[in-house]
């Protein structure tokens, strides 16, 4: 027997633009209407621009598996196709063309509330939410109080649900789905709503899922979440899957290609090109590198090394010639200065010559914000070389590192994020 829990083949999900449908004129909309075709009649044809077609593509035709037990990440830009793929997973819409099977019963959390009869009460929707699902209410009672306990909204649980917030509304719904055990369950955004504690406890259940056997499909833009849950993800740009990998893979190829962003590379080199010339050193090139590669834009990654790599010709022979880089945090701030030279006993004498340097700022280091690096040289207790302000590298930082993964959504703390050793003992056991 197959283990397949989802297969979709060939998949296309289109939506119309506008509608056709008959409406109701009155005689002066009619006339209107005859007196502007009239006139586009003589008009020429550049003139009536109409658009190509009257449909948008969501999903364009899109073929993946998942197995039985999988939690699979989606992620991409808003409007990549993630949520429509979703809807038609859970039978919300219909595909235009393909298929999408699913083995089991769906449990879906798409939208706040999403299934909630507004008039009914929490106490009364947890029961209807249950029997969409397939669940009896042998199986809904069983299951009663874990759910209310989960939600956290048991003081509220006979009010009408139209008197609830969005939050508790979300509360009660991921509650439902979660614990009355659907063989698939589809999660969109589920850390967009409610406060952190409730996050937490959702994560926590979602990873839960797997050991139970259960399949799981989480739409993120929280990469950390992401890499945290899935171990597969796929990432979506244009109604297409661009990447169906590890998610530490997929995470990187989003970061790499979906950002909207300058072409650092491009940057740095018209900054070297139309920078004035010093008369002792001048750069030929400089790089930034992550995961062994190329950085192609300026959003970086805090769970892996970032190495910069200076290359630069040394025109005559210099006693202190030191070429260093600075992090620059918020309001212009000096975050750190590091030199080529950092370990040497005394001025080292550099030769005319053509020189490369590494420098690694290392992982979990800086904390998710935005920072200039720029790359100097100064001739000791004389002056800085041309370009006196360096050449600037921006760079923004998304967060996959180890620092605060049980607490993923607290707020940054610091310019920095430094992972630190730490002892702990307990003296006494009161």
């Known amino acids: 027997m197959s283990s397949l829990a989802i297969k979709v083949h060939h998949l296309v999900k289109e939506y119309k633009l506008s509608t056709s449908k008959d409406q109701y004129f009155t005689l002066r909309d009619t006339i209107t209407s005859v007196s502007k075709n009239l006139i586009n009649l003589f008009r020429s044809n550049r003139m009536i621009k109409r658009p190509a077609g009257d449909t948008i593509t969501a999903i364009n035709n899109i073929s993946f598996d998942v197995e039985q037990g999988e939690i699979i990440g989606i992620i991409g830009k808003n409007g990549a196709g993630k949520s429509s793929l979703l809807k038609v997973l859970s039978r919300i819409t219909k595909p235009t063309r393909g298929f999408a099977i699913t083995r089991g019963n769906v449990g879906s959390m798409l939208e706040v509330g999403t299934g909630f009869h507004l008039e009914l009460t929490g106490r009364e929707n947890i029961f209807v939410n249950g029997a969409i699902l397939g669940m009896s209410k042998k199986e809904i009672d069983f299951k009663f109080d874990e759910i209310v306990d989960f939600s956290g909204v048991e003081k509220f649980l006979d009010m009408p649900v139209k008197r609830f917030s969005s939050g508790m509304r979300f509360r009660l719904a991921f509650a439902v789905a979660a614990h009355l055990h659907p063989d698939i369950l589809l999660v969109d955004e589920v850390l967009a709503v409610g406060d952190y504690a409730f996050q937490k406890k959702c994560l926590g259940k979602m990873g839960d899922a797997a050991q139970t056997?259960?399949?799981?499909?989480?739409?993120?833009?929280?990469?950390?979440?992401?890499?945290?849950?899935?171990?597969?993800?796929?990432?979506?740009?244009?109604?297409?899957?661009?990447?169906?990998?590890?998610?530490?893979?997929?995470?990187?190829?989003?970061?790499?290609?979906?950002?909207?962003?300058?072409?650092?590379?491009?940057?740095?080199?018209?900054?070297?090109?139309?920078?004035?010339?010093?008369?002792?050193?001048?750069?030929?090139?400089?790089?930034?590198?992550?995961?062994?590669?190329?950085?192609?834009?300026?959003?970086?990654?805090?769970?892996?090394?970032?190495?910069?790599?200076?290359?630069?010709?040394?025109?005559?022979?210099?006693?202190?010639?030191?070429?260093?880089?600075?992090?620059?945090?918020?309001?212009?701030?000096?975050?750190?200065?590091?030199?080529?030279?950092?370990?040497?006993?005394?001025?080292?004498?550099?030769?005319?010559?053509?020189?490369?340097?590494?420098?690694?700022?290392?992982?979990?280091?800086?904390?998710?914000?935005?920072?200039?690096?720029?790359?100097?040289?100064?001739?000791?207790?004389?002056?800085?070389?041309?370009?006196?302000?360096?050449?600037?590298?921006?760079?923004?930082?998304?967060?996959?590192?180890?620092?605060?993964?049980?607490?993923?959504?607290?707020?940054?703390?610091?310019?920095?994020?430094?992972?630190?050793?730490?002892?702990?003992?307990?003296?006494?056991?009161?």
């Not at 499909?217 to 990998?245: E, P, W, Y």
Request: hydrophobic residues 40%.
């Open 213 to 430: 056997g259960r399949t799981v499909l989480f739409v993120s833009h929280n990469m950390n979440a992401i890499l945290q849950l899935c171990s597969r993800t796929l990432v979506m740009d244009a109604g297409k899957i661009t990447f169906d990998g590890k998610s530490r893979d997929a995470v990187e190829h989003y970061i790499n290609n979906s950002f909207v962003s300058g072409n650092l590379n491009l940057n740095i080199k018209n900054q070297i090109e139309q920078s004035p010339i010093d008369p002792i050193i001048k750069y030929s090139s400089i790089f930034v590198r992550q995961y062994n590669k190329l950085i192609n834009n300026d959003v970086v990654m805090n769970g892996d090394d970032l190495e910069i790599e200076i290359n630069y010709e040394v025109f005559e022979d210099t006693v202190g010639l030191r070429v260093f880089i600075d992090l620059i945090g918020t309001n212009e701030t000096l975050l750190f200065r590091s030199y080529h030279d950092e370990l040497s006993e005394e001025s080292l004498l550099v030769k005319k010559g053509i020189y490369t340097s590494l420098v690694t700022i290392p992982k979990n280091m800086l904390a998710p914000k935005e920072y200039e690096i720029r790359v100097m040289a100064e001739e000791h207790n004389k002056r800085i070389c041309l370009p006196e302000a360096g050449i600037r590298i921006p760079i923004t930082v998304e967060p996959n590192g180890l620092a605060n993964r049980a607490y993923m959504t607290a707020q940054i703390r610091g310019e920095l994020a430094p992972v630190l050793n730490w002892y702990t003992k307990c003296i006494r056991n009161t």
